[in-house]
């Protein structure tokens, strides 16, 4: 997670992948990648592996890509990038229900914890994606926000604003559940709005039904219709989104 691309200063390349990216096209954006470096193979895993969380699908793309960045790592830093990225696939894997892989998205993340030193620029990614572990298979909020945080101040020292973005989004998503209105409010709008300035229209629509559910009417009929308008221009994706954005009116039918 990081805002690759993004910039003047960037080459043609990661300019490419990235607007490919931001648009839900990982398969092309992989295409452009040859495996033949230890750094090209773990982007081209790590589009491979967002694309699974992002539209439950593409698994085993995810699987192969990333046996070739873990058999091409040879430093500490790029064999903890690739447990990093184990970690996280086998946290999808659990998440959606795919086949229960929680004991090996900890070990794997234990095992970059173990090679990615602190201050390191991956440890920010490792840090939230701990985080997400902690909150959504340990359930546990406390060390979920702990690691959040963490990630955060690394997001802002090694200025990774998109990695900041999703920082914000989780730590306004805990204070919402603990009915922190205003905290959660200013998290998520700070979140869209880094997602807005990246281009990143893939996290656009989750980052404006998460503003809208701090919202009153009409600002909060408003955002999730452009989150809506969003959702049908990327084909659907993100998928689980698909239930919080059903019609009113579909809404009351299954009820």
């Known amino acids: 997670m990081s805002g690759d691309g993004t910039t ?3 080459d043609p390349l990661q300019t490419a992948v990235w607007r490919l990216r931001s648009r839900a096209c990982w398969v092309d ?3 452009l990648l040859t495996p033949a470096t230890p750094q090209a193979a773990l982007q081209r895993a790590s589009l491979l592996v967002e694309r699974c969380l992002y539209t439950e ?6 699987e192969d890509a990333l046996r070739t960045a873990e058999a091409l790592a040879h430093t500490d830093d790029e064999r903890g990038a690739a447990a990093c990225e184990r970690g996280y696939l086998a946290y999808a894997a659990t998440l959606f229900q795919v086949r229960d892989r ?3 998205a900890r070990a794997a993340l234990g095992r970059a914890a173990a090679l990615i030193a602190p201050g390191a620029p991956g440890r ?3 840090d939230f994606r701990r985080g997400l572990i902690a909150e ?5 909020p406390q060390a979920a926000r702990a ?3 963490r990630a955060h101040a690394g997001a802002t020292a090694h200025a990774d604003p998109l990695l900041l973005s999703a920082t ?3 730590l306004a998503g805990l204070a919402l559940r603990e009915g922190e209105l205003t905290e959660a409010r200013h998290g998520f709008a700070e979140s869209l709005r880094i997602r807005e300035e990246l281009g990143y229209m893939v996290g656009t629509a989750p980052a404006l039904v998460s503003l809208a559910d701090t919202e009153t009417e009409p600002e909060a009929g408003r955002l999730r219709e452009e989150a809506r308008r969003l959702f049908r221009l990327l084909g659907g994706v993100p998928t689980w989104l698909a239930h919080r954005l059903a019609p009113p009116e579909e809404d009351a039918a299954t009820a």
């Open 8 to 10: 003047a200063e960037d």
């Open 168 to 170: 914000w989004r989780h």
């Open 57 to 62: 699908a593409g698994w085993e793309d995810a």
């Open 102 to 104: 929680a004991d090996e």
């Open 147 to 149: 690691a959040y945080r």
């Open 136 to 140: 959504n298979l340990t359930r546990s």
């Open 124 to 126: 920010p990614l490792l």
């Open 29 to 31: 954006a992989a295409a």
